[in-house]
């Protein structure tokens, strides 16, 4: 709702003539000192017109467990992972875990490529055998490098990176808001499972093994289950990474759990198959496989158990009765080992083999339907399918797609090296990895897209390939998107119709307003942003005019000379996810400007931000913005997860956050220090949560 000069007035008289101002002063406030307090006594302070309150609680190191809420619950308990939360339960078919659910099914709803085209590849510094999970438009993968990454889905375009220390095979699990993911190899000794922010990336606990962990994490009734080369079967609590209990077996336990009906299956080199109860840690049952390590992650579907052995001279897959162990049947394949776990969809499984095949058996009695040669290499990965389709790396180095039904090959891309790493397939696109340190994306090229690049072949362009931003625009059709390509534009751009701009990344898609004007000027409703680099406005660096539901994700609105780096007026259910909005408004001889300033605008979300101005010395203080939020007349708000680089902190000139007019709003999990005056100002404004912040 917006309001007139009248209701404005009345909102004022309604409070009785009297200015309420809540001042959270500048310094931090550490532990020990007379106004420390702890989260359990902040974490619902309401604040009032009758009282002022300094809220002063530090954030928790690894400690909350936060629930799944709506966004309206949001605006009383809210952090920067719940969003991922709500992303996690949409429509969209997502790949969280490893071969895609709790059952390792391997299977998907979602439609997948028909070609063999590469949107995208994105380059680690290590090999990729560990296998995507794609939740809410982003990819978590680890390499040998070390590393988690988290990429955007659409672009591959990087968002943050987590350093383990340690090789990562294991694939994440992405839950609630939080990604759980191994590292260590044999030799690496005492090694972690981590459970970090889905969001930042940042670590919220860490649990150690006495040896590495391969295994990747099952997430279920707030436990996980994760096996490690110590030759335990680990389960801990998901919210805090306690021990819960553990089972010990005669071997590493390499193999993934699977989680089906109060019970989880996992294999081990001790050449068994273990089911037990996954709220105790108690023994069902084990089925021995002779001389057979497995190192398989069992599939669970109809009551029945899928795995593969390592059993020279043959491979074989086994199919055991889910409740008693009992053997059903088993397939010899061609080659030493299965290490390949199965999937099962529509009454067939699909498993690779060291001897270079991939198998299609009935699910009932195992009777081999077809088998299909890869090539001269094993076939380690785990297959998918989806849509009628089977996809598949090998040690051929190629990625397969082949039919479900024949087993022809439909496509096949050939990577640089072997393709351990086991394929996800989510939103229509395929994502897998390969030891030749990429990460893949194959998918159909976007239709009713705008391509733009600043330095093509002249042969390139024409009515959908493009030069500037602004002829993208132009000619694009309401619900385009326009892609960007890296560059440097400088050009005014004013976006007229609903559109997703879309930049290939961040801090390289770099749209420079020379010192004059406004950058971006948006003027319709349902404009999203993501990935750019606005900077060099004379006047704004974005100006969102009476644009409602416009939404700009991890973008870098920095340097803008003028008076403001982000402006919106009269634009109800703003949304800035991610992204930093730094240094602007800073021509004059002291900071006068605002790095996001909004007026008139109800229901904005601000969650995950940098606003950050580096300071020098004491002289350049002088010359930061004036305030790093300022939010007028803009009720129903959501202020969350702000932050600073490198130390976490906001440092700006006057104020921090200033909130002038504004009911009903939640600020959380945000960090203010180095402000001239204020760290969080309220003026006038009534019914504003202020919940885990450091001032």
Not at 90 to 100: N, Y
Not at 437 to 461: H, M, R
């Amino acid at each position: 709702m917006k309001y007139g000069k009248s209701d404005r007035n009345m909102k004022q008289i309604k409070m009785c003539k009297a200015i309420i101002a809540l001042v959270v002063a500048l310094a931090f406030v550490l532990p020990g000192s007379a106004a420390f307090t702890t989260v359990e006594q902040t974490m619902n302070k309401n604040i009032s017109s009758s009282e002022v309150d300094v809220i002063s609680d530090v954030i928790p190191d690894d400690s909350i467990d936060l629930p799944l809420l709506t966004l309206d619950e949001a605006k009383s308990y809210v952090n920067s992972d719940n969003i991922e939360k709500i992303l996690e339960n949409s429509d969209v078919d997502w790949w969280p875990m490893f071969h895609h659910d709790l059952n390792n099914t391997g299977n998907s709803s979602s439609i997948a490529p028909d070609t063999n085209n590469v949107l995208w590849e994105y380059g680690t510094g290590g090999t990729v055998a560990s296998s995507p999970a794609v939740v809410g438009g982003k990819v978590f993968v680890g390499s040998i490098d070390g590393n988690v990454y988290c990429l955007d889905a659409l672009t591959g375009a990087w968002i943050w990176q987590y350093p383990t220390g340690k090789e990562v095979w294991s694939s994440p699990a992405v839950v609630d808001g939080k990604v759980f993911v191994g590292s260590g190899q044999i030799a690496s000794g005492a090694s972690n499972v981590y459970c970090l922010g889905a969001s930042t990336g940042l670590k919220i606990w860490n649990y150690t093994a006495s040896g590495g962990v391969d295994s990747s994490p099952a997430v279920a009734d707030g436990k996980v289950f994760v096996g490690s080369h110590d030759g335990n079967l680990h389960c801990l609590n998901a919210s805090t990474g306690a021990w819960i209990w553990k089972y010990p077996t005669g071997g590493g336990v390499y193999s993934s759990p699977a989680v089906a009906d109060g019970k989880v299956y996992f294999g081990s080199k001790d050449c068994n198959l273990y089911c037990l109860n996954a709220s105790t840690g108690a023994w069902i049952w084990n089925y021995p496989t002779p001389t057979a390590m497995v190192m398989s992650s069992p599939a669970v579907v109809g009551g029945k158990v899928f795995f593969g052995t390592m059993q020279p001279p043959f491979g074989y897959v086994y199919c055991l009765n889910a409740l008693t162990g009992a053997l059903i049947w088993q397939h010899a394949t061609m080659g030493t080992m299965v290490q390949s776990s199965p999937a099962v969809a529509d009454g067939k499984v699909f498993v690779g083999s060291y001897g270079g095949k991939l198998y299609c058996l009935d699910a009932s009695d195992g009777h081999e339907i077809w088998n299909r040669p890869a090539g001269s290499g094993g076939v380690l990965s785990s297959p998918a399918v989806a849509d009628g389709k089977v996809y598949f790396g090998s040690y051929d180095n190629n990625v397969y797609c082949l039919d479900e039904s024949t087993g022809a090959i439909i496509w096949q891309h050939l990577t640089a090296d072997d393709v351990a790493s086991s394929p996800a397939v989510a939103d229509g696109k395929i994502f897998i990895g390969s030891k030749d340190n990429f990460i893949y994306c194959f998918g159909p090229e976007p239709s009713n897209t705008i391509y733009v690049d600043d330095d093509a072949a002249s042969s390139w362009y024409d009515a959908t390939h493009v030069k500037t931003i602004q002829e993208g625009v132009n000619n694009a059709t309401a619900g385009y998107t326009v892609y960007v390509y890296n560059g440097t534009y400088r050009e005014h751009v004013t976006v007229d119709k609903q559109l997703d701009l879309v930049g290939e990344s961040r801090e390289n898609v770099v749209v420079n307003g020379s010192g004059t004007g406004t950058v971006v000027r948006i003027i319709v409703n349902d404009v999203n942003i993501s990935a750019f680099t606005i900077k060099n406005g004379g006047e704004y660096g974005v100006y969102l005019d009476s644009s409602s539901n416009c939404t700009f994700t991890e973008c870098r609105i920095i340097d803008n000379v003028g008076t403001y780096g982000f402006y919106g007026k009269y634009s109800d259910f703003t949304s800035i996810i991610g992204g930093e909005y730094s240094r602007n408004g800073f021509s004059g001889s002291e900071g006068t400007g605002y790095n996001i300033y909004i007026e008139g605008s109800d229901s904005v979300t601000i969650d995950n931000v940098i606003v950050d101005d580096p300071v020098q010395g004491e002289e350049d203080k002088r010359h930061d913005s004036a305030y790093g939020i300022k939010l007028f007349d803009s009720d129903n708000f959501i202020i969350n997860n702000v932050s600073g680089s490198p130390t976490n902190l906001i440092e700006n000139g006057e104020y921090g956050i200033y909130i002038h007019n504004s009911f009903d709003g939640t600020i959380a999990n945000s960090n203010f220090t180095d402000g001239w005056n204020f760290g969080i100002y309220l003026y006038y404004s009534l019914r504003c949560n202020i919940m885990n912040c450091s001032v």
